[in-house]
């Protein structure tokens, strides 16, 4: 199968049409009514035979990241909160991801048990990160009033939070 016919099966499923851009599309899916919403981006990978899915999730807020990523990685092992895909930071935009590969066979005769939980695992993430700011905020605040968080190391110093040996 080639990447035009999971366009295609895309395309029926979500009820959109989509422009293939140099063996790439792009489209937009939201969930509740007010919530975030969510450019998945299918690329094809003749080559390697595969189709590439990544979804843009959002900003993470700046305060509380340590928490939110620690969160993610968490979600990462074993894929326990990610329906197969893998979590991701991307360094040049400071953006959240949700990112796969499957088989294009894969993905056009099965969207339902590919597709779909990868785009409501995006969703579901994406509004994580939209709740996790006032959250990260009050967190934030209560920590600075402890005192909390003092000596220890974190990348953005070159900090690790270790100890010299």
Not at 16 to 37: I, M
Not at 57 to 76: D, H, I, S, V, W
């Amino acid at each position: 199968m080639v990447f035009k016919d999971v366009v295609a099966v895309v395309e029926r499923t979500f009820g959109k049409e989509l422009a293939v851009v140099q063996d790439t599309t792009v489209f937009e899916v939201s969930g509740e009514e007010g919530g975030p919403r969510v450019l998945i981006l299918l690329q094809d990978e003749p080559e390697r035979n595969v189709v590439l899915l990544s979804a843009d999730l959002g900003e993470p807020p700046p305060e509380g990241r340590k928490r939110l990523f620690q969160t993610m990685l968490e979600a990462n092992n074993l894929f326990s909160g990610t329906a197969g895909a893998t979590l991701a930071l991307d360094a040049a935009t400071g953006r959240a991801r949700l990112q796969a590969v499957e088989a294009p066979d894969a993905l056009a005769n099965d969207v339902e048990g590919w597709l779909v939980p990868f785009v409501e695992t995006a969703l579901v993430w994406a509004r994580a990160i939209v709740d996790f700011r006032p959250v990260a905020a009050a967190e934030a605040e209560a920590d600075a009033a402890a005192g909390a968080g003092e000596g220890e190391g974190n990348l953005a110093d070159g900090g690790f939070g270790m100890m010299p040996v």
